[in-house]
Structure formats: structure tokens, C-alpha cells
């Protein structure tokens, strides 16, 4: 059974296109999170969700929308790619609030290449 | 603020040999701190944590660390490398008396593990 899982694997995408990632957790947790990892392997939350409130917003442009249809789902739409956002993303869970001291579940990753 | 470092970009240690994988950290006060292990193409996983009480950690696949509070060091260990243990480690911190910072995880910007045969 996959604990978090998130699709697509891989998406290329032109610069300007808008495109969405997805990312479910079927392990009961209350907070998820959505990480950058850039091609230096540095990795930075951009958000967090608990209980579908968000908790963390970091600076992030404002072409990144999270959206949190239940606790068990957090997607990522991003619009107008630019050369930029070619990166790793993942999706992460844990159990309680943010601020505990649960240790975080990571999906897959999405690896996003814009031409 | 809440910071952690990894000074060393890469270590590269012989199987069977112990091998060490430094962090320290910045925090105003007492942290949670956590060793995730990457491997590659995947998400990471996470591999023990420190909370309270004793100072030594242990957690998966043989790991542990050592907290220690005057040095601000959480260094991950393990008595004999295997050729598997190959991979990118994280180290991570919180402190929970951040006020809104301690919502934030903080990552290390890893150190690759080689282990040669």
C-alpha cells in the first residue's frame, strides 16, 4: 500500500502552460505539506495544510495555488510556468499539528521540467 | 530562527567501517531534530528523531545519533557501512518555541554517503 502518492511522476510542460500535481495520503494524517527540491537537492516547504486550513504559506509567487479538497488531498496548481519552477516536488504528511514533534511521510516526488 | 548545517557535502567511507554524518543546529530552544535518508530518484524517509530524554538515538537500519546539546551537534552513526547506505541524508530541525516558525521543518542541504566496496 502506497503511503503518499502523488501524480503525475514526471510532467514537461512549456513555459506559460498551466499545470496541476496531486497528492493523496492514506495513512489517517492530519497536516500535509508541499516541498521544492531544487537541482542542488536543497529542500524548501512552500506549504502546509492541516485539517484543510492552511499553516504555512512561505514565499512563494502567487502562480502556486494549493488546494485541499479533505485532509487526505493536497494539490498543487501552478500557472504560467517559467524556466524556474523546473524542479522536484513532494508531498509530504504527518500526524497532529504542524508544530509536533511527528515525523513527516514524502511521496514519491514529481520531477517538473518546463522547455 | 531555526537553522541546521551540514558542513560536509560528501563523505566516503569503506564498507565495514563506521561512518559519521555531522549536523548542528541554531535554535533559541530546545529542538526536535530528524535524520531523513534519500535515495535516489525517490522521497525521502525519514530515519530516527530526538525529542527528549536520552541523548543517543536510535532508528532504522542500524542508525543512530547523538544529541548533543553544548556543541548544538546531532550527528547521525553507524558502527558498519553497508555498500546499501549509499545515498543523500537530511538533517532537519524545529523548535517548538518559535511561535509561527515552528510550524517550519528546516532541512540541511544534505551529504551524499558513498560507501565503496
Known amino acids: 500500500d502506497t503511503a503518499v502518492s502523488q501524480t503525475p511522476k514526471y510532467l514537461v510542460t512549456q513555459m506559460g502552460n498551466d499545470k496541476s500535481i496531486k497528492c493523496e495520503q492514506n495513512l489517517g494524517h492530519d497536516t500535509m505539506y508541499w516541498y521544492k527540491q531544487d537541482s542542488k537537492k536543497f529542500l524548501k516547504i512552500m506549504f502546509s495544510?492541516?485539517?484543510?486550513?492552511?499553516?504555512i504559506n512561505e514565499t512563494v509567487p502567487n502562480r502556486f495555488s494549493p488546494k485541499s479538497p479533505d485532509k487526505a488531498h493536497l494539490n498543487l496548481h501552478i500557472n504560467s510556468l517559467e524556466l524556474g519552477d523546473s524542479a522536484v516536488y513532494f508531498c509530504a504528511s504527518s500526524q497532529g499539528l504542524p508544530q509536533s514533534y511527528n515525523e513527516q511521510f514524502f511521496g514519491p516526488g514529481t520531477r517538473l521540467t518546463v522547455l | 530562527a531555526q537553522s541546521v548545517a551540514q558542513p560536509e557535502d560528501q563523505v566516503k567511507v569503506a564498507e565495514g567501517n563506521p561512518l559519521t554524518v555531522k549536523c548542528t543546529y541554531s535554535?533559541?530552544?530546545?529542538?526536535?531534530l530528524f535524520w531523513y535518508v534519500q535515495y535516489p530518484n525517490r522521497g525521502l524517509q525519514f530515519l530516527l528523531k530526538y525529542i527528549t530524554g536520552d541523548n543517543l538515538v536510535k532508528g532504522s537500519y542500524g542508525f543512530e545519533a547523538e544529541f548533543n546539546k553544548s556543541q548544538t551537534s546531532f550527528h547521525l552513526k553507524k558502527p558498519s557501512a553497508l555498500v546499501s547506505d549509499s545515498a543523500l541524508y537530511f538533517c532537519?530541525?524545529?523548535?517548538?518555541?518559535?511561535?509561527?516558525?515552528?510550524?517550519?521543518?528546516?532541512f540541511g542541504k544534505g551529504t551524499k554517503l558513498s560507501v565503496i566496496p
Open positions: 495544510y492541516n485539517n484543510k486550513e492552511l499553516i
Open positions: 532537519a530541525v524545529r523548535d517548538p518555541h518559535s511561535g509561527a516558525g515552528s510550524y517550519q521543518l528546516t
Open positions: 535554535v533559541s530552544g530546545n529542538p526536535y
